[in-house]
């Protein structure tokens, strides 16, 4: 790492940071030490849940409350999923993503969250060799697919990204996608101190909410792969999934703290985390697909100002002219609709724009991608994408294998030197130690993680092998 880069994250140490985005950047960077991160984290765990609302949760204060506080919320949840359905079987339309390129922004904006999904558990699996916080890391190495590509969480959700052709997009996000998960990865490394926040975090994190069940089905609905969603829905359950693991890892550690009502205010301070940030829910209602076709035409237009004929004038600027400035693109937009090229609303067909960038002889076609040509035909259909036959403009991905491409031909033998040392020590505690780094957020979902999240399900939960059907 260049010297100027790791002064600028230790930097965030002690100052307070210039972005949730640099936190997230600070806890995954491989070369900023552990005791590094933890202190980082206790610092913004503090200073987060110092600004938490002292009403921010219906939260039972009672133990014995709790399960069934969870229990009936459930029934709520999936009372309300099935008014959703009988809405949609009556003939509703869809009450989350109108078209395709809506659940493709959908997906941008929560990819942050989802690509460090899980992370606030990792501090607990250095407790390993304690039986009492067993459940909490079952949980954990379960998120990361008991070491299978197909069945990680991030490992999925990256899969879908790059399928869809959505991965260069999160680099254009705003700083207000990263708070929630720079609180997750802050979890991730927080010391001892904060082990009723994260078990309060978790309780909240692995509840089965509507909006999940709705993305779910709408999704599916839109022809894009939901096994990333479904999967929470099904692991998660109250009966034998990480939401019944969770309860009993509360039980069987509220009591061993001496202090319970300070363990339970701490609690309820980490299942309020949970609503810190951008939830999903938030990031649905606030879906404005203009504003994303606004930032791939900016993009275009870094290249595309010196290139266009200065014969077609539209209120007397070139086209050069207009794309020559990004804060003019905006403004040229507007006039494309004024002028009737771009008709909103309306068959794309009907718009000489679309027609330009996606018919063969049109002068800017193959500028504009199979995915960002589905963000821009679904914003200029508007409310008239309802009537078309989703068949027609949804992108079909091809199907692969997802345990293929995390297969590296480059290896820096990092993967065959803690293969070698596994196989060289009879002694558990060190093994288990070799393997801890590797189950960190930066690295679970790479080849060597998913190898040392394989060997550290075989070592601590035989019974989860079975599920793992690895060749090594």
Request: charged share 25%.
């Amino acid at each position: 790492m260049p010297v100027a880069v790791k002064e600028k994250l230790l930097d965030l140490l002690d100052k307070n940071h210039q972005s949730y985005c640099d936190l997230v950047t600070f806890f995954l960077d491989s070369n900023i030490s552990t005791p590094d991160k933890e202190r980082k984290a206790s610092i913004f765990l503090k200073r987060e849940i110092h600004t938490l609302n002292s009403s921010y949760s219906n939260f039972p204060s009672n133990l014995g409350e709790i399960h069934q506080w969870i229990v009936n919320n459930n029934k709520i949840q999936c009372h309300e999923y099935q008014l959703y359905k009988e809405r949609r079987n009556s003939g509703a339309e869809r009450e989350y993503f109108k078209n395709v390129g809506q659940a493709f922004e959908f997906l941008i904006e929560v990819a942050p969250i989802k690509r460090v999904d899980g992370s606030w558990l990792y501090s607990i699996v250095h407790y390993w060799n304690d039986p009492v916080f067993r459940d909490l890391i079952q949980i954990y190495v379960e998120e990361l697919g008991l070491g299978l590509a197909k069945s990680n969480h991030v490992c999925l959700f990256d899969d879908l990204l790059f399928n869809l052709g959505l991965e260069h997009f999160i680099l254009e996000l705003e700083d207000e996608y990263y708070h929630q998960p720079a609180i997750q990865l802050a979890l991730a490394y927080a010391p001892p101190e904060f082990i009723p926040e994260i078990i309060g975090f978790n309780l909240g994190y692995e509840q089965l909410p509507l909006h999940l069940l709705i993305t779910n089905y709408e999704l599916k609905e839109l022809g894009i792969n939901s096994q990333y969603f479904n999967l929470h829905i099904t692991i998660d359950n109250i009966d034998n999934g990480h939401a019944n693991l969770s309860i009993k890892a509360l039980e069987k550690i509220y009591s061993k703290f001496k202090d319970k009502d300070s363990f339970m205010d701490k609690l309820k301070a980490g299942f309020a985390l949970n609503n810190k940030g951008l939830a999903s829910l938030q990031i649905i209602k606030n879906l404005n697909l203009e504003a994303l076709v606004l930032k791939i035409l900016k993009r275009k237009a870094l290249v595309g100002n010196v290139i266009h004929s200065d014969k077609c004038k539209l209120n007397n600027r070139s086209i050069n002219e207009w794309l020559s400035e990004p804060n003019l693109v905006e403004e040229f937009v507007e006039v494309l609709i004024e002028k009737q090229w771009i008709k909103m609303d309306r068959d794309p067909e009907e718009s000489r724009f679309w027609q330009v960038i996606s018919h063969e002889e049109g002068k800017m076609y193959g500028v504009f991608n199979s995915t960002e040509k589905q963000i821009i035909y679904d914003w200029i259909a508007g409310e008239h994408s309802k009537h078309f036959d989703l068949n027609t403009q949804k992108i079909t991905p091809a199907n692969k294998n997802k345990n293929d491409f995390m297969f590296s031909y480059l290896s820096d033998g990092e993967l065959e030197e803690i293969q070698h040392q596994i196989s060289a020590t009879g002694n558990l505690a060190m093994k288990m130690n070799k393997l801890l780094p590797y189950l960190a957020p930066h690295a679970h979902h790479s080849e060597i993680g998913l190898w040392c999240t394989q060997r550290f399900v075989n070592f601590l939960f035989p019974f989860l092998s079975d599920k793992n059907s690895s060749p090594h």
